[in-house]
């Protein structure tokens, strides 16, 4: 059976999904896409050949009822759609015993269905983006490649960042939207759980930005490094035993964290529901510094300062007011909690402009010991949006599971049940494919002798 004889649906029909329709396309696989706006769907299929656009809304009853006429019709299952509703769409692939992949992390709900997916013979691949996915990838190859020749991980930082390319950061946060304005917002309320040097560290989401380290990339520039969500489940996932340090993490440009520290502790992350009927961003300014409607913004501006305890020049103050907390805009009807309202000038002011670039950052250092030496390995990938075409989040992300989607579609994977890319029947093909398409990582080993 050709590609020309097989169908992938795939649900979503967002920013990063592009690259991905284009690549099944461009490999002679029929592609329905999605979507609950149809509009939205046939937007990102035009021009694309062996591609048509539907409208299912998984979000309701009758959107699931429609997974029942599609996915009989497919071989396979892709769900770009937020993380909440991949379940859903698991579960109808498992149904009618077709593959489904996914490029988020792997819950414990979708685990559950391991034992369906191979009494099927299906494969449910998770994590097969960038963070997780090449992350998982990168890492993996290199661990695996130092165990074999008796090289243990005693240490394994990785940080990941999709930022404005350096011709194109050109706001005070040092940050343009490439994905759901949410999505970033709330993972500042994240707590993180990490080892270093042997030790247990927890931080409360509250502390976060609190802590985070600036560190240099050689011939890339300086960022801010946080640590993210749990990482000590990776010694597990990585096989690590020995490591006395795992960190996963993020980059952002200077100024980001601090500033947003400030944000948060203003309450702007606050996700209670309100009702914000003609107000405008300054009233819910003044809402949270305990202000008077009379205060002017210059007067909100100096209260504001005094309730963080900042300078009034203080640089964070600047970017609140470039953001435009103390402004007359109104608050758009249908937001209701200040985290959305936070979103809805953030998007706004930290759109990529036409013919801007983004760029993807990630790094692992990880030390190695041996009976003879010990190696401090780095593993670095830097990737950038093409001017007018793709985003470097967009390729990243979805020209993984892609090229995942067309490995098992054409039988040279045969693996079934939940699997993610921490093995090399699937990090090898993808990372190797990857290098083709000018996505690479570039690995520096530095010998370091045992004291």
């Known amino acids: 059976m050709s590609n020309s004889d097989k169908t992938v649906l795939i649900l979503g029909s ?49 959107g699931v009822k429609l997974l029942d006429e599609y996915v009989p019709k497919c071989d396979a299952v892709v769900s770009m759609l937020p993380y909440l509703f991949h379940l859903v769409a698991a579960k109808a692939a498992m149904k009618y015993k077709k593959h489904f992949f996914t490029t988020s992390y792997t819950t414990d709900a979708m685990r559950a269905l391991d034992a369906e997916a191979k009494q099927a013979g299906v494969i449910i691949v998770n994590e097969c983006g960038v963070d997780p996915g090449t992350d998982h990838m990168s890492a993996m190859r290199a661990v695996h490649a130092a165990k074999a020749k008796g090289g243990e991980c005693i240490s394994f930082t990785s940080f990941c960042g999709g ?68 990482s000590k489940q990776y010694i597990d996932v990585y096989n690590l035993p020995k490591t006395q340090t795992m960190i996963r993490g993020t980059y952002r440009y200077k100024g980001w964290c601090p500033t947003v520290k400030k944000i948060a502790d203003l309450g702007y992350l606050d996700l209670s529901a309100q009702v914000f009927d003609h107000k405008t961003m300054a009233d819910l300014t003044r809402e ?76 692992h250092e990880m030390v190695f010991d041996y009976p003879d030496r010990k190696e401090f390995v780095t593993c670095t990938m830097v990737d950038y949006g093409i001017p007018n075409g793709d985003s470097s989040m967009s390729r990243t992300v979805s020209i993984p599971v892609a090229i995942a989607v067309r490995l098992v579609l054409e039988g040279k994977i045969t693996l079934t049940g939940i699997q993610i890319p921490t093995i090399p029947e699937l990090y090898n093909p993808i990372l190797d494919e990857l290098e083709t398409l000018n996505i690479k990582y570039v690995e520096k080993v530095e010998k370091v002798e045992k004291k």
């Open 163 to 230: 930022l404005p390319a350096p011709d194109n950061n050109d706001n005070p946060f040092g940050y343009k939207f490439s994905w759901a304005p949410r999505g970033v917002l709330l993972a500042s309320r994240n707590d993180a759980h990490f080892l270093k040097d042997g030790k247990d560290v927890s931080i409360d989401g509250k502390d976060l930005f609190d802590n985070f380290e600036v560190v240099e990339i050689p011939g890339v520039g300086t960022f801010e490094a946080y640590p993210n969500r749990n």
């Open 288 to 363: 949270k510094a305990d202000a008077t409607d009379a205060m002017t913004a210059s007067e909100l501006k100096t209260r504001v300062a005094k309730k963080l305890g900042i300078d009034l020049n203080d640089y964070r103050i600047n970017n609140m007011e470039w953001l435009g907390l103390f402004s007359d805009q109104p608050v758009p009807k249908g937001v209701d909690t200040f985290l959305d309202a936070l979103c809805h000038v953030c998007k706004e002011k930290m759109q990529y402009k036409a013919g801007e670039r983004d760029m993807l950052v990630m790094r």
């Open 14 to 62: 967002g920013l990063v999904s592009p690259p991905l329709i284009k690549y099944l396309s461009a490999h002679g696989f029929n592609v329905i896409v999605a979507n609950r706006t149809l509009s939205n769907a046939q937007k990102i299929v035009n021009g694309v050949g062996n591609a048509t656009a539907v409208q299912i809304d998984v979000e309701t009853p009758e």
